[in-house]
C-alpha cells in the first residue's frame, strides 16, 4: 500500500491548531503563519523521517525530499515535499483503509512539527501534542502488526465502546 501525504494539509493543519491554540486562549506566542513555510518544511521532512523510523518493520519503501523543490520561492503554499512510504500487506487492509492511514499520518506528522516547533514557548502543547502523537503512532503500529500477523484479510469487528 503505497502512501502520499499532503504537504498543504500537514501544513494547513499545524496552522489551523496554532490559530485555534492562540484563539483559545491556550498559547503565549502569536499564531504560526505561512512566513513560517521554509522552516516548516524542514521540520516536516524531520518529524515525518522519525514517525518511518518507528514504522520501519511494517514497511517496504520510504522516500523523503531532502529540499524543497524551488528555494526562489520558499513562501509557495503549494509546493508539495515528497513524505511517502510504502507499507507492507496493503492487499489485507479493507478498502478505505489507506485514506485513513494518510490522514493520521498526516495529523501525526503535524503534531510532531508542531511539537517541535512550540517546544521552548509551550512546554505543555508540545507535551500535548507528543502524547497524542505517541497513542496515534500506537494505534497504528497495532493495525499494521494485525495486517502481518493475518493470513487472511481483516474480517469487521465491532465497536469497542
Known amino acids: 500500500m503505497n502512501i502520499r501525504l499532503n504537504s498543504k494539509a500537514v501544513t494547513d493543519e499545524i496552522l489551523a491548531l496554532s490559530a485555534l491554540h492562540t484563539t483559545a486562549g491556550g498559547g503565549t506566542t502569536l499564531p504560526i503563519t505561512r512566513d513560517s513555510l521554509p522552516g516548516l518544511r524542514?521540520?516536516?521532512?524531520?518529524?515525518?523521517?522519525?514517525?518511518?523510523?518507528?514504522?520501519?518493520?511494517?514497511?517496504?519503501?520510504?522516500?523523503?525530499?531532502?529540499?524543497?523543490?524551488?528555494?526562489?520561492?520558499?513562501?509557495?503554499?503549494?509546493?508539495?515535499?515528497?513524505?511517502?512510504?510504502?507499507?507492507?500487506?496493503?492487499?489485507?487492509?479493507?478498502?478505505?483503509t489507506a485514506l485513513t492511514v494518510k490522514r493520521h499520518l498526516e495529523h501525526m506528522v503535524a503534531a510532531a512539527t508542531?511539537?517541535?516547533?512550540?517546544?521552548?514557548?509551550?512546554?505543555?502543547?508540545?507535551?500535548?501534542?507528543c502524547a497524542h502523537r505517541e497513542?496515534?503512532?500506537?494505534?497504528?503500529?497495532?493495525?499494521?502488526?494485525?495486517?502481518?500477523?493475518?493470513?487472511r484479510p481483516f474480517r469487521r469487528r465491532g465497536c469497542r465502546w
Open 114 to 129: 508542531l511539537g517541535w516547533v512550540s517546544a521552548a514557548a509551550d512546554r505543555s502543547l508540545a507535551e500535548k501534542l
Open 42 to 96: 524542514v521540520i516536516m521532512r524531520m518529524a515525518f523521517a522519525e514517525i518511518t523510523l518507528k514504522l520501519a518493520p511494517w514497511m517496504e519503501n520510504c522516500a523523503i525530499d531532502s529540499a524543497d523543490a524551488d528555494p526562489a520561492n520558499p513562501y509557495d503554499q503549494d509546493a508539495p515535499v515528497r513524505l511517502e512510504l510504502t507499507l507492507k500487506n496493503g492487499d489485507r487492509f479493507p478498502s478505505g
Open 135 to 151: 497513542r496515534e503512532l500506537l494505534a497504528l503500529e497495532t493495525l499494521l502488526a494485525a495486517a502481518a500477523a493475518e493470513p
